[in-house]
């Protein structure tokens, strides 16, 4: 590693303790500030790593409020910034103090040269591996469960507990959640887990497909059976065969199908559209729907009978709002997942992202959060995503730690407008822009574009 790339700012107004720690670091790119102001000009200056700080500094050197509020600022700012604190004799509370605000860690004085090394050396490394073990630390944390399913909510640990423990019972089994929440993932899963996962696992969204072609789909037809019926086909029943098959929502399956639906699952067998044929099918019907199916068979809309033969086994899935720490959770898996999958740079999750991400409802659960993820990744001009990027309503724009890094997200966006309206045209975008061929190719090297 090169300590030479690495910037420790040291806060200390004592100047002989200046000279010192500057000796004593001169592997590193050594910063020295002796009060809050200048220490903050720094960190925005110069966006050191590590930080080592005096408690006691002016205009109150013996007190610590003085030093608190640096360290709360330097937090607030660059909230990755590993901050030692210096601790005198009889000044432990404070330290430890500090600690819970969020320090790295603390220094005793007077000073021990190779003591403090040790830890600000450990500090450097520990901020090098961050970024790269957040996304292993996210994932690990998770409890990877039916489908790859990732939550660590109790609310949804139940779920997966029960679909765990029905998946080796041959039972027909009803989902019931709002859209978005992975009722096809728990399907796959359960399906997964069960004796049948040799075979084939067959989807079908009875809300996607014409009430007139429904029944083709779910049951075949044989050949002639009606115009353009030009060979005999297998329907999702006879695909899943030995296997899965699960019927999305199930409650707009029209009620003429319903009834053909029921004789099914009563007798094991179908007969294709126009034909005449019992045919014995072995499959395993597990069904979803966003519905309140109470209310629809109240109503008449969904038979009483059918319903009871397809939720011998209810499992209601919780929305996302419902899944304590599971946005977050998610969130970060679906950046690493679409990182990887774009070759993006980016590592992870800004504070202000995080907190976004907590306060939103997630109306649209687990769908609506990957498609902002996803797309925050496209967008994303740092290593981390930012609330900005997510786009969500009455999420704030966080203040830039710098102009230099203001500026350089301004000319990241001003220069990929103009090469989409030059159609990737270096001359002509470079006119646009009001520069040089060379200059621009600067830019774009330096901001990491392509045309």
Same mark, same amino acid.
């Given at each position: 590693?090169?300590?030479?790339?690495?910037?420790?700012?040291?806060?200390?107004?004592?100047?002989?303790?200046?000279?010192?720690?500057?000796?004593?670091?001169?592997?590193?790119?050594?910063?020295?500030?002796?009060?809050?102001?200048?220490?903050?000009?720094?960190?925005?200056?110069?966006?050191?790593?590590?930080?080592?700080?005096?408690?006691?500094?002016?205009?109150?050197?013996?007190?610590?409020?003085?030093?608190?509020?640096?360290?709360?600022?330097?937090?607030?700012?660059?909230?990755?910034?590993?901050?030692?604190?210096?601790?005198?004799?009889?000044?432990?509370?404070?330290?430890?103090?500090?600690?819970?605000?969020?320090?790295?860690?603390?220094?005793?004085?007077?000073?021990?040269?190779?003591?403090?090394?040790?830890?600000?050396?450990?500090?450097?490394?520990?901020?090098?591996?961050?970024?790269?073990?957040?996304?292993?630390?996210?994932?690990?944390?998770?409890?990877?469960?039916?489908?790859?399913?990732?939550?660590?909510?109790?609310?949804?640990?139940?779920?997966?507990?029960?679909?765990? +423990?029905? !998946?080796?019972?041959? =039972?027909?089994?009803?989902? #019931?959640?709002?859209?978005?929440?992975?009722?096809? &993932? *728990? @399907? %796959?899963?359960?399906?997964?887990?069960?004796?049948?996962?040799?075979?084939?696992?067959?989807?079908?969204?009875?809300?996607?497909?014409?009430?007139?072609?429904?029944?083709?789909?779910?049951?075949?037809?044989?050949?002639?059976?009606?115009?353009?019926?030009?060979?005999?086909?297998?329907?999702?029943?006879?695909?899943?065969?030995?296997?899965?098959?699960?019927?999305?929502?199930?409650?707009?399956?029209?009620?003429?199908?319903?009834?053909?639906?029921?004789?099914?699952?009563?007798?094991?067998?179908?007969?294709?559209?126009?034909?005449?044929?019992?045919?014995?099918?072995?499959?395993?019907?597990?069904?979803?729907?966003?519905?309140?199916?109470?209310?629809?068979?109240?109503?008449?809309?969904?038979?009483?009978?059918?319903?009871? +033969?397809? !939720?011998?086994?209810? =499992?209601?899935?919780?929305? #996302?709002?419902?899944?304590?720490?599971?946005?977050? &959770? *998610? @969130? %970060?898996?679906?950046?690493?997942?679409?990182?990887?999958?774009?070759?993006?740079?980016?590592?992870?999750?800004?504070?202000?992202?995080?907190?976004?991400?907590?306060?939103?409802?997630?109306?649209?659960?687990?769908?609506?959060?990957?498609?902002?993820?996803?797309?925050?990744?496209?967008?994303?001009?740092?290593?981390?995503?930012?609330?900005?990027?997510?786009?969500?309503?009455?999420?704030?724009?966080?203040?830039?730690?710098?102009?230099?890094?203001?500026?350089?997200?301004?000319?990241?966006?001003?220069?990929?407008?103009?090469?989409?309206?030059?159609?990737?045209?270096?001359?002509?975008?470079?006119?646009?822009?009001?520069?040089?061929?060379?200059?621009?190719?600067?830019?774009?090297?330096?901001?990491?574009?392509?045309?």
């Amino acid at each position: 590693m090169n300590n030479r790339a690495q910037k420790l700012l040291i806060v200390e107004d004592d100047a002989g303790l200046q000279r010192q720690l500057r000796w004593a670091y001169d592997g590193y790119e050594v910063l020295i500030a002796g009060d809050r102001a200048s220490a903050i000009d720094l960190l925005r200056a110069e966006e050191p790593d590590v930080v080592t700080l005096d408690l006691g500094l002016p205009p109150d050197p013996d007190g610590v409020a003085e030093g608190f509020a640096t360290l709360a600022m330097i937090l607030a700012l660059k909230p990755d910034t590993k901050v030692i604190v210096a601790s005198g004799h009889g000044a432990r509370e404070s330290a430890l103090r500090a600690i819970g605000a969020g320090a790295w860690d603390f220094y005793q004085k007077p000073i021990d040269i190779d003591a403090l090394g040790l830890i600000v050396s450990r500090a450097f490394h520990v901020h090098a591996l961050e970024a790269e073990n957040r996304r292993l630390a996210a994932l690990g944390s998770a409890n990877n469960g039916p489908g790859g399913l990732i939550t660590a909510a109790p609310e949804m640990l139940k779920v997966t507990r029960t679909i765990e +423990r029905v !998946a080796a019972a041959d =039972v027909s089994v009803m989902l #019931l959640g709002a859209s978005g929440t992975g009722k096809e &993932l *728990l @399907a %796959r899963g359960l399906h997964d887990l069960s004796p049948r996962k040799a075979a084939a696992f067959v989807a079908i969204n009875c809300a996607a497909i014409p009430d007139t072609l429904l029944e083709s789909e779910l049951f075949g037809h044989e050949k002639g059976a009606f115009t353009g019926a030009v060979k005999t086909t297998e329907g999702k029943i006879e695909q899943a065969q030995g296997g899965t098959l699960f019927l999305d929502e199930v409650g707009d399956i029209p009620l003429p199908l319903q009834v053909k639906l029921l004789r099914f699952l009563q007798e094991r067998v179908i007969e294709r559209l126009g034909g005449r044929k019992a045919i014995p099918v072995d499959t395993r019907i597990v069904c979803a729907t966003h519905q309140n199916v109470d209310a629809m068979v109240a109503d008449g809309r969904f038979r009483e009978d059918l319903y009871y +033969r397809l !939720a011998e086994i209810v =499992v209601r899935i919780p929305s #996302l709002a419902e899944r304590a720490g599971d946005a977050g &959770l *998610l @969130a %970060r898996h679906f950046v690493a997942k679409y990182a990887r999958a774009m070759h993006s740079g980016v590592t992870g999750l800004s504070p202000d992202a995080l907190a976004a991400i907590d306060a939103w409802g997630w109306p649209g659960n687990v769908r609506e959060l990957e498609n902002r993820v996803k797309r925050a990744v496209i967008m994303a001009d740092g290593k981390l995503v930012t609330a900005a990027d997510l786009d969500l309503p009455g999420a704030a724009t966080a203040l830039p730690l710098n102009l230099k890094t203001a500026r350089e997200a301004t000319d990241r966006d001003v220069i990929r407008n103009a090469l989409a309206r030059a159609e990737g045209n270096i001359s002509h975008t470079a006119k646009l822009l009001g520069v040089s061929r060379p200059t621009l190719y600067d830019l774009m090297k330096n901001y990491d574009l392509h045309a």
